[in-house]
């Protein structure tokens, strides 16, 4: 018998299929591909029923059939469901894996004495083959087309748990559907029991591979990601402190060339006054200065927050008397307070050393925002300055600076917002004292810089303590420096404000 024309259709639709698939992401060639692999599959099994019986070969109309199954799945893949190509090219692959797995096994199995391996040469079982390595091109190629890293392809671990239980059938049925003795009915059905339960383990563990993989991918993604968004808000970061130290200079040299003409008006102001001048002349000339001393007081707190912020203000280290230095910087603030009726005092602890080395001249900035804020804002009652040393094992000096009033008190909810930049107490606080709100910021960071820190205990309608800490070295007797002790004479009142 001369089959040769039937092998060269299988042959050819074999190399049909390989053209489709080769061509999977042109519909014009899968379809031409496919249908050419159909067309001549059905010829071959046309022509071996008018020349043999089906008996004889029944790997043939099998192998149509196998051609049907992946002409289909390629041409699926380019319909609609091409969205999900991957999982029509996945399934259609492993459906050809297990149909010629099944197949091969089949053609191998000898009754009763099951499988000769004498039979490898013939051609039904290398169609089968040839079949089973397309599945598994089919297969891989459904998996190229997959996201892993994003979703699971569902159809693998289904479709393996498919393609093992239906080997592990055609091998039950090989070895043992023949015998029919008793004594092996039940081990027979303890090893089709295994080959089943051993095709669902195989499927789960799969399933969990891949879910596994995909938990990886994404987090490998989103740490990715989170490089990428920290690299980018470091360098937004960068962007913008450049831009606040450009704004700082900026303002820094603008306040400082403005300051140097309010101080030639301010003494100007001062030598008019001391003209001759009628009562209206010097009503409008001391009006003059008192505007033009808050500005300056304005012009100076924007310089002084402008250097904070550019990081050029510079502390300095010089040993000074702490007591000596505390009663000259509060004798002016002791004349506001005794102008508005105020009791006013100061007392230092008897254990704080009274030579240090630090900055005197900040030191003495932050007590006079506090005093003068504290002045400003209490209308009867008493201002209270103290210092005492914190408890500390280490050197330098630790000390607390206390400044308490009875004055108007600050709400709860306003008191951390106190120590931002143009905030006050309330909102009527501008209206009625004036300020804007740069006291205390400034305040807080020069408190920072002193190596300290500052906070506030206050209610509402019975005052405010202001604490703030500041680091000193312990400075030795030098030239110029006394421990004399002075004690302001003068008893008034005041309270704290909160803004300059």
Not at 256 to 285: F, S
Not at 400 to 412: E, K, S, Y
Not at 459 to 473: E, I, K, L, Y
Request: a positive charge.
């Amino acid at each position: 018998m001369n089959v040769a024309p039937i092998q060269f259709g299988i042959v050819a639709s074999f190399i049909s299929i390989l053209f489709a698939l080769a061509g999977r992401k042109r519909t014009q060639w899968v379809l031409m591909g496919s249908a050419a692999a159909v067309i001549l599959s059905g010829f071959s099994l046309l022509a071996y029923v008018a020349i043999n019986s089906l008996d004889s070969d029944p790997m043939l109309p099998i192998a149509t059939l196998c051609f049907f199954v992946v002409a289909g799945g390629l041409a699926l893949a380019q319909t609609k469901l091409a969205a999900h190509g991957s999982t029509v090219l996945g399934s259609t692959g492993l459906l050809l894996m297990g149909i010629a797995a099944v197949s091969g096994i089949n053609l191998l199995a000898v009754k009763g004495a099951g499988l000769d391996w004498n039979r490898l040469h013939q051609v039904g079982f290398q169609t089968a083959a040839a079949f089973l390595v397309l599945g598994i091109a089919i297969s891989v190629t459904g998996w190229s087309m997959t996201q892993p890293g994003v979703r699971e392809p569902i159809w693998l671990p289904i479709g393996s748990t498919l393609l093992i239980v239906a080997v592990r059938l055609a091998m039950w049925h090989a070895y043992w559907a023949e015998n029919h003795t008793l004594a092996w009915h039940w081990l027979s059905n303890v090893t089709l029991l295994g080959g089943v339960s051993s095709g669902v383990l195989f499927g789960v563990v799969v399933h969990l591979a891949l879910k596994a993989h995909v938990q990886r991918e994404t987090l490998r993604r989103v740490n990715r990601k989170l490089e990428e968004e920290t690299a980018e808000r470091k360098l937004a970061q960068e962007a913008a402190q450049e831009a606040n130290r450009a704004k700082s200079e900026f303002l820094a040299n603008m306040s400082h060339e403005i300051r140097t003409p309010m101080n030639g008006v301010l003494g100007m102001l001062d030598l008019a006054l001391d003209t001759p001048l009628d009562t209206e002349q010097r009503d409008y000339i001391e009006t003059a200065k008192e505007s033009a001393d808050g500005l300056l007081s304005l012009i100076n707190d924007i310089l002084d927050l402008s250097k904070i912020e550019a990081g050029k203000l510079a502390l300095e280290t010089v040993n000074f008397s702490l007591r000596e230095s505390l009663a000259h910087m509060l004798k002016a603030p002791a004349v506001r307070a005794r102008q508005k009726g105020l009791h006013f005092d100061w007392q230092v602890d008897s254990q704080v050393a009274d030579l240090l080395a630090g900055d005197p001249t900040r030191l003495r900035q932050v007590i006079l925002n506090l005093v003068g804020n504290a002045i400003k804002f209490t209308s009867s009652g008493e201002v209270s300055v103290s210092v005492q040393a914190e408890p500390q094992a280490d050197q330098p000096a630790l000390l607390r600076f206390t400044v308490r009033d009875t004055g108007l008190g600050i709400p709860p909810e306003k008191q951390k917002a106190i120590f931002s930049a143009f905030t006050q107490a309330e909102s009527s606080t501008t209206r009625n004292f004036g300020g804007t709100g740069l006291g205390l910021t400034i305040s807080r960071r020069l408190v920072e810089m002193l190596g300290g820190r500052i906070w506030l205990e206050s209610q509402p309608g019975r005052g405010s303590a202001f604490h703030f800490t500041a680091r000193f070295g312990i400075a030795r007797e030098a030239a110029g420096i006394t421990t004399s002790r002075h004690v302001l004479p003068i008893r008034t009142r005041l309270d704290r404000s909160f803004s300059v």
